[in-house]
């Protein structure tokens, strides 16, 4: 007997997993984090309640918008190794079903940020989500600039927490917005590069299998140069102070060494894996000296 509904509860569990991993959850939990930034660096404190509502239906918009990019790209996703296991890609789930969970995730979203945050935060959301399934999905196999357009969305959580605490797009959650855009430049060449055979035979471009190497490792120095400066202007508008620009200082000159040592043609392959895993520490570090100096205030 106990053997008979070990086997019946199987399924059900993998359709729910399968689900899951449609949202893409460590990018949703990511973006969560970026959103939590947002509302902590806000002069203005938010109830409990508001807090929860702007994370879920923020969830519920980054999930909507990689299931639906999923559902684009399922054959696509066929054909690259680091894709090939997704749900629709294998088959295990309806592609039709997959369409209607992300619409569902899409609707609650905007409504649950809607009524329960601000239409501000809604329309940015929505804006994000749109400009992510629409322009960027279709657009990877069209050109690299595509990457460009993909930072935009990408950069919406830190901005859509200040929104939802302030109801207002002002300086302090614009500055938040350029450096997760400026960052993503580098962090996504990094990838690119790892991945590039994987992109070339699913017909993705991107700045190395488009323009070579050079002319992508000259993009990641300049926007890590980018980077430096604009992280520091949240010491400008007088919302940080020394704890996170030591932080930001460190951590920026960090991305910029590293983009730099991409010009050594031998070292390609190793340079994309290390300047990866800098971009990756970059966000984190940044902000919990951001969150340190918040509190310490």
């Not at 203005?44 to 969830?59: C, E």
């Not at 929505?126 to 322009?135: C, D, G, K, M």
């Not at 919406?156 to 302090?172: D, K, N, R």
């Amino acid at each position: 007997m106990t053997a008979t509904s070990e086997v019946s509860l199987e399924p059900p569990m993998r359709l729910w997993r399968d689900y899951y991993e449609l949202t893409k959850p460590r990018i949703t939990l990511f973006c969560l984090l970026m959103t939590l930034g947002g509302i902590a660096l806000a002069p203005q404190s938010m109830p409990w309640l508001k807090v929860i509502a702007t994370l879920v239906g923020s969830a519920f918009s980054v999930g909507a918008a990689n299931t639906l990019n999923m559902y684009w790209e399922r054959e696509t996703d066929k054909l690259m190794k680091r894709t090939a296991t997704r749900p629709l890609a294998t088959g295990r789930l309806d592609a039709s079903w997959a369409l209607l969970f992300g619409i569902t995730l899409a609707v609650t979203s905007v409504a649950v940020l809607g009524f329960w945050v601000n239409w501000l935060t809604s329309a940015l959301s929505l804006f994000a989500l749109l400009s992510y399934v629409l322009v960027y999905t279709p657009m990877k196999r069209i050109s690299p600039h595509a990457l460009l357009i993909g930072a935009i969305p990408g950069a919406m959580p830190p901005l859509l927490g200040w929104t939802a605490a302030t109801a207002e797009v002002s300086l302090p959650g614009l500055i938040l917005f350029a450096i997760l855009l400026i960052w993503q430049i580098p962090h996504f060449i990094a990838i690119s590069v790892n991945h590039k055979d994987d992109y070339k035979r699913a017909g993705i471009k991107t700045w190395p299998g488009e323009r070579g190497m050079r002319p992508a490792t000259v993009q990641a120095l300049l926007y890590s140069l980018a980077l430096l400066p604009v992280s520091l202007l949240l010491l400008q508008v007088g919302v940080a102070s020394y704890v996170y620009g030591i932080t930001a200082f460190a951590l920026g000159v960090w991305m910029i060494l590293m983009s730099a040592r991409g010009f050594n043609p031998t070292k390609h392959t190793q340079w994309a894996r290390q300047l990866f895993l800098v971009s990756l520490v970059y966000l984190p570090v940044l902000t919990i000296g951001l969150a340190i100096d918040v509190l310490m205030k």
